[in-house]
């Protein structure tokens, strides 16, 4: 069975250029994550989704991040414009229950 | 919010030594799981502990929950370099879903 999908791997790009990270969870997974990883800490939650609804996104910087998973599969996060501090790697995870979760290999962002 | 605060931030043993690392929140947990990151990688899960006083066991490794499902630890006996990563706790709060994780405990081993 296949993980989770996450690309690019990488990304660098300029501050204030958007970027986009697209995610496939593992076939029958409702319950998608993103999350955000900064060196040296644990993941951070952006944004929780219910098949396509996004039932939290108390902790999206929502005047440059986005979000959408329109057809309660894979996702795509955006940001835009990017700056410095975003630099980091942005994890992806989806689980069938509220137990174990499974997480993708991340995309590291460099903010130049 | 709660916070969930992990000790110590790092870790580094001989091989063969033991190594525990504890999770503390600042709110009453509905249950906390444990994940394992080698380096470069990403958060594998371990564990999920639901029970006050839990204590689960996985070959080596040891799962605590306390009483008041406000604290647990990660005991590892005899360490093996393929222990080498960063363990996190995770917790989930009695009134919601979020799981918080913790910082993390980075554990080195050396042969």
């Known amino acids: 069975e296949a993980g989770v999908v996450q690309s690019p791997r990488y990304k660098i790009i300029e501050k204030k250029q958007p970027v986009a990270f697209w995610c496939n969870p593992i076939s029958g997974h409702n319950t998608l994550y993103w999350y955000l990883q900064n060196l040296g800490q644990g993941p951070e939650l952006l944004i929780r989704?219910?098949?396509?609804?996004?039932?939290?996104d108390s902790q999206l910087p929502k005047d440059r991040f986005s979000a959408e998973r329109l057809k309660g599969v894979d996702s795509t996060l955006k940001i835009q414009p990017a700056e410095l501090g975003d630099s980091a790697v942005y994890l992806c995870a989806s689980s069938l229950t509220y137990n174990e979760q499974f997480f993708g290999p991340g995309t590291r962002l460099t903010v130049l | 919010g709660q916070q969930v605060m992990q000790i110590p931030q790092y870790q580094h043993v001989q091989e063969g030594e033991d190594f525990t690392t504890y999770c503390n929140s600042s709110t009453t947990l509905s249950n906390i799981q444990w994940y394992k990151q080698r380096p470069g990688g990403h958060p594998v899960f371990l564990i999920q502990?639901?029970?006050?006083?839990e204590v689960k066991k996985q070959k080596r490794l040891t799962f605590q929950f306390g009483e008041a499902k406000k604290n647990s630890s990660l005991h590892i006996t005899a360490t093996q370099t393929t222990d080498v990563g960063t363990y996190f706790c995770a917790g989930r709060e009695s009134s919601g879903y979020a799981l918080n994780f913790g910082k993390g405990t980075s554990l080195l081993v050396t042969p």
């Open positions: 502990l639901v029970k006050s006083g």
């Open positions: 989704y219910e098949n396509e609804e996004a039932v939290d």
